[in-house]
C-alpha cells in the first residue's frame, strides 16, 4: 500500500504553466509504476503521462510536447511540469501508483493507488 499526495494545482492562463508534485508515503520500496491522469466533468478519467518501474515513460498524445513526467526516487516525487497549457487540459489531476506493465500505463483501471487529486484551470 502507498499513499499519494498532489500538489501544485492552480489557475493560469492558457499558454502558462505548472508544475505538479505527488509525494508517496509507505510502501516505497515496491517496484511500481506512477502516473498521472486527469477527469474533467463529465467526461471519463484519462491517462495523462505515466512511468513504469524501469523508468519507461509513457505520455498521451494530446499533451506529448508540453507535459514531461519525472521522478526523484530519492524525495520519493513525481512530477508532472505542464507547459503551453490549452483550456481543455482543465480537469481534476490525480496521482496513481501500481503494479503496472508498460504497455497498460495510460490505463487508469490498472492502478490501485490513487491520490485525492489537485486542479487544474486554464482560461483563454
Known amino acids: 500500500q502507498v499513499e499519494l499526495v498532489e500538489s501544485g494545482g492552480g489557475s493560469v492562463q492558457s499558454g502558462g504553466s505548472l508544475r505538479l508534485s505527488c509525494a508517496a508515503s509507505?510502501?516505497?520500496?515496491?517496484?511500481?509504476?506512477m502516473g498521472w491522469f486527469r477527469q474533467a466533468p463529465g467526461k471519463y478519467r484519462e491517462g495523462v503521462a505515466a512511468?513504469?518501474?524501469?523508468?519507461?515513460?509513457s505520455i498521451a498524445d494530446s499533451v506529448k510536447g508540453r507535459f514531461t513526467i519525472s521522478q526523484d526516487k530519492a524525495k520519493n516525487t513525481l512530477y508532472l511540469d505542464m507547459n503551453r497549457l490549452l483550456p481543455e487540459d482543465t480537469a481534476m489531476y490525480y496521482c496513481?501508483?501500481?503494479?503496472?506493465?508498460?504497455?497498460?500505463?495510460?490505463?487508469?483501471?490498472?492502478?490501485?493507488?490513487w491520490g485525492q487529486g489537485t486542479q487544474v484551470t486554464v482560461s483563454s
Open positions: 496513481a501508483a501500481g503494479r503496472v506493465e508498460w504497455w497498460q500505463l495510460l490505463v487508469p483501471s490498472k492502478f490501485a493507488n
Open positions: 512511468i513504469d518501474a524501469d523508468g519507461t515513460p
Open positions: 509507505g510502501d516505497t520500496h515496491s517496484r511500481y509504476s
